[in-house]
């Protein structure tokens, strides 16, 4: 009788649950389900080696007494000891997915992590929170997190979706993902080609520069930052305050007073200065706080991750009630040119508003750059962003009221300007008919 498949004795290099796999698939496939048939096929095929440590573990028995299941589970017990559930669960829970893996590569280890969980009927709900928590890629947790009602089925339906659409996008602009990201998009096929743009440091074509129309705070010149600027001129970190710039700040651990987020190698808070020419036409957003019973008004800046008074703002807040500790802080900040700038002090304050009371650190700065309510405020404080954003549409009526000096029927008047007449001397004079308008 023809035979299907051959096995041959177990290697050790090959993982024991493979071997029984490969053993029930030959015993399948050609038709054998007598058990003492099983047995001995097995026995005779495992190799002397594996027979004899076979003998080893089950002493006082004996093979022959002992069923192919149980033999094949002796040996599995010796080689595959069953693992804590404890410790592979730590492993499951704390599996990140690489920045060069794709969604499908991630989710097959989780599955293969997964084995000695015990997760039961859990299995679906903890692979669909680990993708979640686990994927390493902001834009696809935020997508994921959205999902009012998540199950596994949809989450593996956005995430394959959203990683398709970030590589076709790349294929459209003809760019390289990135070695350290696949899921990174750079500007550019050849960006690598660019040199080094004279306007702001950066690897890309200088006439596309954001910075082309900006003003350097340096040299005061227009076309290129600080950052790089050839002149030998220098102007301090407590300048640019006083010229009141709006601080733009990485995220940080924005609940705790000393306790800042490592970046690289100093532990610093890292803001941005911006200055912009045309400030006056997108006019910031302010709101009254009340500061330890003294009411201050505050631009709102989502991008800071604390809020910010100058030393004027300080000494009015010291007049208020409760007592005023100014403290040493670790926290550092940047400049959007690099530049360090050391605050003065960190401190707690009571905020009032809107029947909302709380107590929040508060960075204090020098000079008298502009008082910024940051996200550290912003997550206790609910602020009142309907009055904050309504825009007042004039009608015509309200227009003309308030200039209705200039739509009258009357002559008009213009005060403080000295004319000069000129006549040319050729001219005849006429006599005409005295006019019914008049002087006022």
């Known amino acids: 009788m023809a035979t299907y498949g051959r096995i041959d004795e177990y290697d050790e290099s090959e993982e024991w649950t493979q071997y029984v796999e490969r053993m029930d698939h030959y015993f399948e496939a050609n038709d054998i389900e007598d058990k003492d048939k099983k047995r001995s096929i097995f026995l005779s095929v495992i190799g002397a080696k594996t027979y004899k ?20 589970e002796a040996i599995k017990n010796h080689y595959v000891p069953k693992p804590s559930v404890i410790v592979q669960r730590y492993k499951f829970n704390t599996r990140v997915r690489r920045n060069d893996e794709s969604i499908s590569t991630f989710m ?36 994921l997190l959205a999902e009012p009602t998540l199950d596994l089925k949809r989450a593996l339906e956005i995430a394959h979706g959203m990683e398709t659409a970030a590589k076709d996008v790349r294929d459209l602009k003809g760019e390289m993902p990135n070695k350290h990201s696949m899921n990174k998009l750079h500007g550019g096929r050849h960006s690598d080609e660019y040199k080094e743009c004279y306007r702001c440091g ?36 407590e300048k ?29 808070l890292a803001y941005n200065l911006f200055s912009f020419k045309d400030k006056e036409k997108t006019p910031p957003y302010r709101e009254k706080m009340t500061v330890n019973g003294i009411d201050i008004n505050m631009e709102i800046d989502t991008g800071a991750s604390f809020s910010v008074v100058n030393e004027k703002t300080l000494q009015e807040i010291s007049r208020g009630k409760g007592n005023l500790d100014l403290k040493q802080t670790e926290i550092s900040l940047r400049t959007y040119t690099g530049e360090k700038i050391s605050p ?44 904050i954003k309504r825009l007042a549409k004039p009608n015509l009526e309200e227009v003309l009221n308030k200039y209705d000096d200039l739509f009258t029927d009357e002559l008009g008047k213009l005060n403080g300007v000295t004319a000069k007449i000129y006549v040319d001397p050729s001219t005849k004079p006429i006599f005409v008919k005295l006019s019914r308008y008049h002087t006022r």
Request: charged residues 30%.
């Open 240 to 268: 640019r305050l006083k010229q009141g710039k709006n601080f733009r700040g990485k995220k940080g651990r924005d609940s705790e007073m000393n306790k800042v987020e490592q970046h690289q190698s100093d532990e610093e």
């Open 108 to 143: 097959a280890e989780l599955r293969a992590l997964s084995e000695h969980c015990e997760f039961g009927s859990l299995l679906d709900e903890m692979l669909r929170d680990r993708l979640v928590c686990g994927v390493n890629e902001d834009r696809i947790q935020r997508r």
């Open 344 to 387: 003065k002090g960190i401190t707690e304050v009571v905020v009032e508003y809107n029947n909302q009371v709380s107590r929040l650190p508060l960075l204090v700065l020098k000079g008298n750059g502009p008082n910024l309510i940051g996200r550290n405020w912003l997550e206790n404080i609910c602020l009142n962003w309907t009055s």
């Open 53 to 72: 440590l076979l003998r080893g573990l089950i002493r006082p028995e004996v093979p022959n007494k002992l069923s192919y299941e149980e033999l094949s």
């Open 202 to 237: 950066g690897k890309h074509d200088h006439t596309k520069c954001r910075f082309r129309t900006e003003k350097c705070h340096q040299c005061g010149k227009i076309g290129h930052i600080a950052k790089v600027c050839r002149s030998s001129k220098k102007v301090s970190s």
